[in-house]
């Protein structure tokens, strides 16, 4: 199977310059637990609603900090349309993240969101259970400080 055939197709972005007040307003409207950052032809990062708990309102941000402030950043890990569920699983597992933004291989452009949520809703549940087991342990690459944040690659 396919990410394309379980991947979010609503995707909600925001910019870096925009308050991390106007991102939450819209994951509120949305009912949405996360934001890609940058446009269709270009991923500059992700923000969680973890991301503005933790790194925005635990470390003393406010509702006008810049999405740059506390967004995950760098090198930001990405899936392809037509790469298959079992390749996602592993990836997400090994760099212990929830939710990858989905580009359109021919265009390069984003196109979805996947999600642990979103493998855990397909019959193979091998395949959640390999993001799941990766996701979910603790690491220096989660390290919420400002002095840990790293990204993902893309």
Do not use: F, N
């Amino acid at each position: 199977m396919q990410v394309s055939e379980i991947m979010s197709r609503q995707v909600r972005t925001v910019t870096p310059e925009q308050s991390v007040q106007e991102a939450a307003r819209l994951m509120l409207d949305e009912d949405i637990g996360a934001v890609v950052v940058g446009s269709e032809d270009q991923v500059a990062g992700v923000l969680t609603d973890r991301d503005i708990a933790v790194r925005g309102v635990a470390s003393g941000r406010g509702p006008d900090a810049k999405v740059s402030e506390l967004m995950s950043a760098g090198d930001i890990v990405v899936a392809y349309d037509d790469q298959d569920l079992d390749e996602i699983a592993v990836m997400m597992s090994d760099r212990q993240v929830r939710r990858l933004p989905v580009l359109e291989r021919a265009s390069g452009k984003l196109c979805g969101l996947v999600s642990l949520g979103d493998l855990a809703r397909t019959d193979d549940t091998s395949t959640a259970e390999t993001a799941v087991a990766g996701a979910s342990q603790s690491s220096a690459q989660h390290d919420q400080s400002q002095e840990g944040l790293t990204g993902q690659s893309m």
